[in-house]
């Protein structure tokens, strides 16, 4: 158990709909990452937090949007779903930014995205 | 951020050591090699990251190159649960997000 908590684990929706994907970090992590892992396909990276401001962003879509909120819980927002978003959405988080430290970034379980 | 290669596939017998492979030959000082797996569709598990001095832990050791140009990962007695596709990352000192290329897939055999 990585410490990452991610809900739901499985969610089925039809196209167009709108999905709030929800990742609870580890206890005293202030950086949350997310992550797309579509089938057969790598991880690319979307978006991160850090202490409740955006601090990078990747290949993420107009369509989807985050944040992190001031319990340092973050939530994946997905709006006008395609087929194509179907996908593993995964979570991490890490201690995050401090002077000359580099730390691990720890994953959650993911939830699975099926677009129908 | 330095880019890495490995290879695509790697097979392992039951009980010996797996040794896998990363280049990183444009890799700058401030940073890292990291060490990720994941196994079928679980969240990548963490398993190692140094900067140049080798590294040892629960799971694997971290073999880096004197020039830092490569490392190797090594478990030390592979077991069938280590089968996994093993992603290795460079991230640099104030890296922000963790960039994961295809990786190698290795099986354990029995």
């Known amino acids: 158990d990585s410490g990452v908590t991610q809900t739901p684990k499985h969610l089925i929706t039809a196209t167009g709909q709108r999905v709030t994907l929800r990742c609870s970090p580890r206890s005293g992590d202030l950086s949350v990452y997310w992550y797309q892992q579509s089938l057969d396909q790598g991880l690319q990276f979307l978006i991160q937090?850090?202490?409740?401001?955006?601090?990078a962003k990747g290949n993420i879509l107009e369509r989807f949007s985050a944040q992190q909120f001031p319990d340092l819980h973050s939530e994946l927002n997905l709006s006008s779903l395609e087929l194509g978003d179907s996908a593993l959405y995964f979570c991490a988080s890490s201690v995050g930014f401090m002077e000359g430290q580099n730390t691990e970034a720890f994953f959650g379980q993911g939830t699975r995205l099926t677009v129908v | 951020d330095a880019k890495t290669t490995q290879p695509p596939s790697m097979d392992c017998a039951e009980g010996r050591a797996a040794n896998l492979p990363c280049n990183h030959s444009t890799i700058s000082g401030n940073e890292y090699v990291y060490w990720y797996r994941q196994i079928h569709s679980q969240g990548p598990q963490y398993i190692i990251h140094?900067?140049?001095n080798n590294e040892t832990n629960e799971m694997a050791s971290l073999i880096i190159t004197e020039d830092r140009k490569s490392s190797t990962l090594i478990l030390p007695h592979a077991t069938l649960r280590d089968t996994a596709v093993y992603y290795c990352i460079v991230r640099p000192i104030y890296g922000q997000n963790f960039v994961f290329g295809p990786g190698t897939r290795l099986s354990v055999l029995p």
């Open positions: 937090y850090y202490n409740g401001e955006e601090r």
């Open positions: 140094g900067l140049k």
